[in-house]
């Protein structure tokens, strides 16, 4: 069981959600800006993720988490849906060998 909790990081939930209640405050809610098309998500997310490859800080991890939440509940792109996919969609991992990977080629 410890395994699959270290799947998963209730700290980074919790910094995510400290600044989408900041936000709220700061900016007003987010069904007026993202709802009304006031304000992309897309492009904030696409900042924040330049800003994190720059500085290396990690706050900008949870910026991107908080904008990619802000598009599914408040789609912009003209195509947007959700559709569960199965691994042959999937574009997999990109740069390296995952670890069960390695594991398979080593037998």
Known sequence: ???????????????????????????????ENYGNKLVSAIKNLEKRLEMYKETGNTEYLADIANFAMIEFMYPQHEKAHFKAT??????????????????????
């Open 86 to 107: 199965d691994s042959d969609k999937s574009p997999g991992l990109i740069g390296g060998m995952c670890i069960n990977e390695i594991k398979e080629f080593d037998r």
């Open 1 to 31: 069981m410890q395994e699959i909790k270290s799947e998963y990081s209730i700290e980074f939930d919790k910094l995510r959600q400290n600044r989408m209640e900041m936000s709220y405050y700061k900016y007003g809610p987010i069904k």
